[in-house]
């Protein structure tokens, strides 16, 4: 059954995320994005319905976001602010995520998060079910002053016109992109796209992963 981590466990996850970092450096990579979405650890402290915590962990935004922070602190000491991204989901309820006030959340991350000099802020802007809905892309905009990504259904054209608007700097495509491996290509001759089919997901395979067909050009 899953537990609580323990206070005296937590400097060991810290500890493990620099170190992380540094063999993927080691490894030939730029840099790393650190994940703190979809119900996975960070994001289990981040929000306030799966965090029950008690301790210095637990209930206030900010010790809530401890965790982050100390993660954020390590890794951009181990290979420097500029190599280090950092992915939210404040909205996504994957794997039973929820928090009461969304808005407040990422309104509090993006205007802490300045202090990191991060390479850039990546925000899944929505929920894969529609459970939870609000329009935390403005107040990321608002809050946050470095380099700002945008994640989750927008079409080229949405993402051209959200760039050029200033909304955003950078828009992330997911399942386009398994869905069609020459992504850029089509997007900038306006071709169609292959649809994504779900169904293949994670699925271990070649199927839906290796198998779409490129544009054909002549």
């Given at each position: ?162 760039i050029?608007?200033?909304?955003l ?18 997007i ?11 169904n ?9 992963y ?9």
């Amino acid at each position: 059954m899953p537990r609580p981590l323990t206070v005296d466990e937590i400097p060991g996850i810290v500890a493990a995320f620099a170190q992380g970092a540094r063999n993927a450096i080691a490894a030939g990579f730029d840099g790393v994005e650190v994940h703190g979405a979809n119900g996975y650890l960070i994001d289990q402290f981040l929000r306030d319905t799966p965090n029950q915590r008690t301790d210095a962990y637990g209930g206030s935004l900010e010790n809530r976001a401890r965790l982050l922070f100390e993660v954020l602190t390590a890794v951009t000491q181990a290979i420097g602010s500029e190599r280090v991204g950092l992915r939210l989901s404040p909205l996504n309820s994957f794997n039973s995520m929820k928090d009461s006030d969304p808005l407040a959340l990422i309104g509090f991350l993006a205007d802490r998060l300045n202090a990191f000099k991060l390479a850039y802020l990546h925000v899944m802007r929505a929920d894969f079910f529609g459970v939870q809905k609000a329009d935390v892309m403005p107040v990321a905009r608002e809050k946050y002053k470095g380099v700002l990504v945008g994640n989750m259904g927008y079409s080229a054209d949405e993402a051209e016109a959200a760039i050029a608007e200033g909304k955003l700097d950078a828009v992330a495509f997911g399942t386009a992109f398994l869905a069609n491996p020459d992504l850029p290509a089509r997007i900038r001759a306006k071709a169609p796209l292959n649809a994504p089919d779900s169904n293949t997901f994670y699925a271990g395979g070649a199927k839906g992963y290796t198998d779409y067909p490129t544009l054909q050009v002549a």
